[in-house]
């Protein structure tokens, strides 16, 4: 586990993460290395980065499009 300060967006889901140094509207909070920089799919439950599965499939469904290209540009320059 890492600490991370992050800040919470209106739907409750982490938005944005600055470690590690505070800031003004952020919080400190524990995660898994691996939620470090995962936004808005990942809520803080009693101080804890959680990944909200569901969340992240919806996500990943509405930018199919975005992920794909990203990835055929990436094998261009493997």
Do not use: H
């Not at 800040?7 to 800031?23: F, L, S």
């Amino acid at each position: 586990m890492v600490k991370a300060f992050v800040k919470i967006g209106a739907d409750g889901y982490v938005n944005e993460w600055v470690a590690p140094k505070a800031e003004d509207g952020y919080m400190l909070i524990e995660s898994e290395e691996s939620l470090v920089t995962n936004n808005d799919c990942v809520k803080v439950v009693n101080g804890i980065a959680v990944l909200d599965k569901a969340k992240q499939e919806e996500l990943q469904e509405e930018n199919k499009e975005m992920i794909e290209m990203l990835e055929r540009e990436k094998a261009m320059y493997e």
